[in-house]
């Protein structure tokens, strides 16, 4: 295949993944300029960032490489979203976070020089692949919203524990709060329904993995058929169906009492009482009611 030879934005996130990506600069760097390539690098100081780099600059280039995690992807997709369709570039992603849930759905090689090597299979003649993304209220995700117990503890997490102890960090972080689940009685109006009861949690999902955790047959998800995927938990009433609700999660079992799947293009939650929310790990704000949407094909990305 001919190298990549337009022009590419390189967005890196020195800190995520306890900033492994210094150790591969030089790697991603080749493998973009293969051929001639124009590559102008950004580096992100601070949350929002990559979001602004992209919304400034993104049609400006015809490419943009992602270094991070699944917060600093959906930093770029949400300034893509801001600009016209048609003035989008498309997107490339080298995981380098936590659980790296957008690469586990897309196929994206989870070992940095993997997704890097994949990169230079990039030609201009290879198309991108069109995806779905979610918007929730004013903010927009690439593979889930969520509300309810345990569902912010990504964003919680203080980065340097993250990149201490990796994975370990958000199981600490779950295990402090086992005592503090409370309830969420919500309504919830679908494309073609109504439900109203009290949920322990909610996921949102346009992928087939969630937190690392949470997984999803993958013949049930089609990243852009325009339809979310949505998962219910109902409240348990006692400790013996959370852990019946635990176990039906894990062994997907996702059509019982307490757990329910189901799919629409379109979903809106009304609560009792403000719930926070999360968008691919990153908050997602307070609502007392929300509306999620599905953008059909709004972003490409290279897989």
Same mark, same amino acid.
């Given at each position: 295949m001919s190298p990549i030879s337009k022009k590419t934005m390189l967005i890196l996130n020195p800190v995520s993944g306890k900033g492994r990506v210094k150790g591969y600069v030089l790697d991603i760097l080749e493998t973009l300029c293969r051929g001639g390539g124009d590559v102008t690098v950004f580096?992100?100081?601070?949350? #929002?960032?990559a979001s602004? /780099?992209?919304k400034k600059y993104g049609s400006q280039h015809e490419r943009i490489i992602v270094t991070g995690g699944d917060g600093s992807l959906n930093e770029v997709i949400n300034g893509l979203m801001e600009l016209p369709c048609e003035e989008r570039p498309a997107i490339g992603y080298i995981p380098l976070g936590t659980t790296n849930d957008m690469a586990s759905t897309l196929g994206i090689p989870k070992d940095p020089?993997?997704?890097?090597e994949? +990169?230079?299979d990039w030609s201009d003649s290879t198309e991108a692949k069109c995806i779905d993304?979610?918007? +929730?209220?004013? +903010?927009? /995700?690439g593979y889930v919203a969520a509300f309810g117990v345990f569902t912010d503890i990504p964003f919680v997490t203080p980065q340097n524990a993250k990149n201490t102890w990796g994975y370990l960090a958000y199981v600490v972080e779950a295990i402090g709060r086992l005592s503090k689940i409370t309830?969420?009685?919500a309504r919830i109006r679908l494309d073609d329904g109504y439900i109203e009861d009290d949920f322990m949690l909610g996921f949102v999902v346009n992928s087939t993995s969630v937190a690392g955790i949470v997984k999803l047959p993958a013949n049930d998800v089609a990243l852009d058929d #325009? +339809? /979310?995927?949505v998962l219910l938990v109902r409240q348990p009433k006692n400790a013996a169906e959370l852990s019946v609700c635990v176990s039906d999660i894990l062994k997907q079992n996702f059509n019982t009492d307490r757990v329910t799947l189901l799919h629409t293009h379109r979903i809106s939650f009304e609560f009792d009482s403000p719930v926070q929310w999360t968008c691919d790990g990153e908050n997602g704000g307070v609502h007392t009611s929300v509306e999620v949407v599905n953008c059909h094909k709004a972003v490409k990305i290279f897989v």
């Amino acid at each position: 295949m001919s190298p990549i030879s337009k022009k590419t934005m390189l967005i890196l996130n020195p800190v995520s993944g306890k900033g492994r990506v210094k150790g591969y600069v030089l790697d991603i760097l080749e493998t973009l300029c293969r051929g001639g390539g124009d590559v102008t690098v950004f580096v992100t100081e601070k949350h #929002g960032d990559a979001s602004e /780099f992209a919304k400034k600059y993104g049609s400006q280039h015809e490419r943009i490489i992602v270094t991070g995690g699944d917060g600093s992807l959906n930093e770029v997709i949400n300034g893509l979203m801001e600009l016209p369709c048609e003035e989008r570039p498309a997107i490339g992603y080298i995981p380098l976070g936590t659980t790296n849930d957008m690469a586990s759905t897309l196929g994206i090689p989870k070992d940095p020089r993997g997704a890097i090597e994949r +990169l230079g299979d990039w030609s201009d003649s290879t198309e991108a692949k069109c995806i779905d993304i979610g918007r +929730l209220g004013q +903010l927009h /995700f690439g593979y889930v919203a969520a509300f309810g117990v345990f569902t912010d503890i990504p964003f919680v997490t203080p980065q340097n524990a993250k990149n201490t102890w990796g994975y370990l960090a958000y199981v600490v972080e779950a295990i402090g709060r086992l005592s503090k689940i409370t309830t969420n009685h919500a309504r919830i109006r679908l494309d073609d329904g109504y439900i109203e009861d009290d949920f322990m949690l909610g996921f949102v999902v346009n992928s087939t993995s969630v937190a690392g955790i949470v997984k999803l047959p993958a013949n049930d998800v089609a990243l852009d058929d #325009g +339809l /979310f995927e949505v998962l219910l938990v109902r409240q348990p009433k006692n400790a013996a169906e959370l852990s019946v609700c635990v176990s039906d999660i894990l062994k997907q079992n996702f059509n019982t009492d307490r757990v329910t799947l189901l799919h629409t293009h379109r979903i809106s939650f009304e609560f009792d009482s403000p719930v926070q929310w999360t968008c691919d790990g990153e908050n997602g704000g307070v609502h007392t009611s929300v509306e999620v949407v599905n953008c059909h094909k709004a972003v490409k990305i290279f897989v």
